[in-house]
């Protein structure tokens, strides 16, 4: 069985091949078909399971969130993946499950903003200063021709650093009125800025508010764009943004009619976004592609 540590999965996976695997996983596959994680109340955060199978094999996911973790200087996340091959259900691989949520979910993140964004899409603001953050600026970077990114964070410090890091600026979150791009990258309870501070056009990323209670984004935001979700039974049962703001099935579109071609940006000026709340089929998918 391989091993792969955080540093072989990011020689592994290059933005295109993640990406790709996630394109070929929400058009071939069926999203909807993936089982519901489970989660686990455990002392200091919580423990999550989250198993899928498919063309790529079977795996599964142990997945712990500590909140506490960021003021001791440890990441939210930390995990374990273990793939099995389709055949014979042999296990092939065991991989570093937080750098395998970090890629996959600025991945499919990208995958979105490739089919949602404008073309023309070069400014990019990102609320965080975490890992995702910081990987979600690196994969916005593939997909779109970025020239300006503005850190949106609670910390000053920390957002310094990050902008620093990324050759960004830090900025308060009135930088939304101008952004082509937004990703909030957070765990907060309550909206990050006035939705309707959006400027026409503009695609959001929202990765952070992965349980009914969480919220990134407000009514406004929500309510003035055209919502695009991994499937509308995953989101309707775990994102606040969603459950929040009111959204019932026919206001959600899925991702694979994206990326199938049936569905997308209504217009130039529409405001898009994608709410992510995180499937096992996109890890299943990524950790497939690491193995080549």
């Not at 593939?142 to 620093?164: H, K, T």
Request: charged fraction near 20%; include cysteine; hydrophobic fraction near 50%.
């Amino acid at each position: 069985m391989r091993v792969l540590d955080a540093a072989a999965l990011r020689a592994a996976l290059p933005w295109a091949r993640a990406i790709t695997a996630l394109e070929a996983a929400f058009r071939d596959e069926d999203p909807g078909a993936t089982p519901p994680r489970s989660h686990l109340t455990v002392p200091g955060g919580e423990l999550l399971l989250m198993p899928a199978h498919g063309a790529a094999g079977v795996g599964v996911k142990l997945v712990t969130l500590a909140p506490g973790n960021p003021a001791n200087g440890l990441p939210f996340i930390h995990g374990a993946y273990v793939l099995f091959s389709a055949e014979g259900l042999v296990p092939e691989a065991l991989l570093d499950g937080a750098e395998l949520t970090a890629i996959r979910t600025a991945a499919v993140s990208a995958l979105a903003t490739d089919r949602l964004a404008r073309p023309d899409a070069r400014s990019l603001v990102v609320f965080g200063a975490g890992t995702q953050a910081h990987v979600h600026v690196e994969a916005m970077r593939a997909v779109r021709p970025i020239e300006s990114v503005a850190i949106v964070g609670r910390d000053p410090a920390r957002a310094r650093a990050l902008a620093d890091e990324l050759g960004a600026e830090p900025a308060g979150p009135e930088a939304v009125a101008g952004a082509d791009i937004v990703c909030t990258c957070t765990t907060s309870a309550e909206p990050l800025f006035d939705g309707a501070r959006l400027s026409p056009g503009t695609h959001v990323n929202a990765i952070g508010a992965y349980r009914p209670d969480l919220r990134e984004l407000d009514d406004t935001a929500m309510r003035r764009a055209t919502v695009v979700v991994e499937t509308r039974a995953a989101a309707l049962a775990e994102a606040g943004d969603v459950i929040g703001a009111g959204l019932g099935p026919d206001a959600l579109i899925e991702l694979g009619d994206v990326v199938r071609g049936a569905a997308g940006r209504p217009e130039p000026d529409a405001i898009t976004v994608f709410k992510s709340v995180g499937l096992a089929l996109e890890d299943l998918a990524v950790a497939r592609a690491a193995l080549g």
